[in-house]
Every structure is written in C-alpha cells, then in structure tokens.
C-alpha cells in the first residue's frame, strides 16, 4: 500500500491554507485513518500546530474515512456530491470538519500557484486547467462506461436483473403460495364432506 511519505504533501497544503491549521489545532491528539481500497491505508496524529503526523496503524483511530479512487479522483475535480460519497467511523464530529476543511482547499489553485513560481502564471494556469479538464473527461468516461456495462448485462446478457423483474417475480409466487393454499383448502373440504 501506498503510506510512505503522504503526511508531508498534506502538511505542505495545510501550511498554504493557514485557516485549516488553526481549525485543526482544535482536534489536537486525535488521529484519523484514511482508507482508499486498495492503495492506502494510513494513519494520521492531529499535532499542536493543527499539522499531521503519520503514526503506527497498530493505533486505535478516533476517526476513519474511507473512499473509493474514483471518489478521490472527484474530489480533486471539486464535485461537491464527492463528498457524500464518502464513508465515516467513528467519531462524526471530528470526520465531518476534516470533510468541511477538503471542500474549502481548492488543490487547483495551491498547483497552480506553485507552478507559476517555476514556469511563469500563463503556462501554471493553463496545465491546471488541462489537468483539472483530464480529471474530469476520466470521470465522465467511467460513468459512462459503467452505465453502458449496467445496461449490457441487464439488456443484453442478463447478468444482472432488473429490480421490476425482482418484484414481478416475487409478486408470481406470492399469488403461487396464495392459490395453492386455496387449492388446499378446497381439497380438505372436499375430503371433510366425502367422509
């Protein structure tokens, strides 16, 4: 799993947004666990500075949050609904102002900052466009992708099948059960008056 070296980046942007140290200080001594199956696993101490520190994942969390890829890949395009999407344990407080805190950052802006200082502000501005526009041309593919195979196995291969189907289904042997109760009775009636 990917662990190694991921505190320093999110230091480096807590530092460039000053506001989220100070909002972080609050929850100093807690940790939180971020989970992204199958690429990271790790855990993260809240210091005095509102900084994180990577600890042992022998430690207990107060806090875990865990996303899919594709989550985290929409998350960086700012796609508010992303966030939802995530999944929290634990305690709901300290999770939903570290989720507050990720929808404030704007990471294009921070990219782009820095590029300027190498590159110049026109060529920074237009590579984080080109990589913010590819984040979301991604996303948008594997939507579709994902709609199109939905549709293929329960269209064309009926790998899956449709919930109407389910509850037709379903609905066919409960009126099955009923007539065959009804026929039972009947039969037992029968039987009652021929003897």
Same mark, same amino acid.
């Not at 210091?47 to 994942?57: C, L, M, P, R, T």
């Not at 990720?102 to 921070?110: A, L, T, W």
């Given at each position: 799993?990917?662990?190694?070296?991921?505190?320093?980046?999110?230091?480096?942007?807590?530092?460039?947004? &000053?506001?989220?140290?100070?909002?972080?200080?609050?929850?100093?001594?807690?940790?939180?666990?971020?989970?992204?199956?199958?690429?990271?696993?790790? #855990?993260?101490?809240?210091?005095?500075?509102?900084?994180?520190?990577?600890?042992?994942?022998?430690?207990?969390?107060?806090?875990?949050?865990?996303?899919?890829?594709?989550?985290?890949?929409?998350?960086?395009?700012?796609?508010?609904?992303?966030?939802?999407?995530?999944?929290?344990?634990?305690?709901?407080?300290?999770?939903?102002?570290?989720?507050?805190?990720? #929808?404030?950052?704007?990471?294009?802006?921070?990219?782009?900052?820095?590029?300027? #200082?190498?590159?110049?502000?026109?060529?920074?501005?237009?590579?984080?466009?080109? &990589?913010?526009?590819?984040?979301?041309?991604?996303?948008?593919?594997?939507?579709?992708?994902? #709609?199109?195979?939905?549709?293929?196995?329960?269209?064309?291969?009926?790998?899956?099948?449709?919930?109407?189907?389910?509850?037709?289904?379903?609905?066919?042997?409960?009126?099955?059960?009923?007539?065959?109760?009804?026929?039972?009775?009947?039969?037992?009636?029968?039987?009652?008056?021929?003897?």
């Amino acid at each position: 799993m990917l662990t190694f070296g991921i505190a320093a980046p999110i230091n480096y942007v807590l530092r460039s947004e &000053g506001w989220a140290c100070k909002r972080l200080q609050s929850f100093s001594g807690q940790t939180v666990c971020i989970q992204i199956p199958p690429l990271v696993n790790f #855990k993260m101490l809240i210091d005095a500075e509102g900084e994180v520190q990577q600890v042992d994942n022998s430690i207990c969390a107060d806090t875990a949050l865990t996303l899919s890829p594709f989550t985290l890949a929409r998350i960086f395009a700012r796609e508010s609904v992303a966030f939802k999407l995530i999944k929290v344990s634990g305690n709901r407080f300290f999770a939903s102002e570290l989720i507050n805190i990720s #929808k404030q950052i704007n990471f294009n802006m921070i990219l782009e900052h820095d590029l300027s #200082k190498v590159i110049g502000d026109i060529p920074a501005y237009r590579i984080s466009h080109i &990589g913010k526009h590819l984040i979301q041309w991604k996303i948008e593919n594997f939507n579709r992708l994902s #709609k199109a195979l939905v549709e293929y196995w329960t269209e064309e291969n009926i790998f899956l099948t449709k919930p109407t189907a389910i509850n037709q289904f379903s609905q066919e042997v409960k009126n099955l059960q009923l007539n065959t109760e009804q026929l039972e009775q009947r039969l037992n009636r029968l039987t009652q008056q021929s003897a």
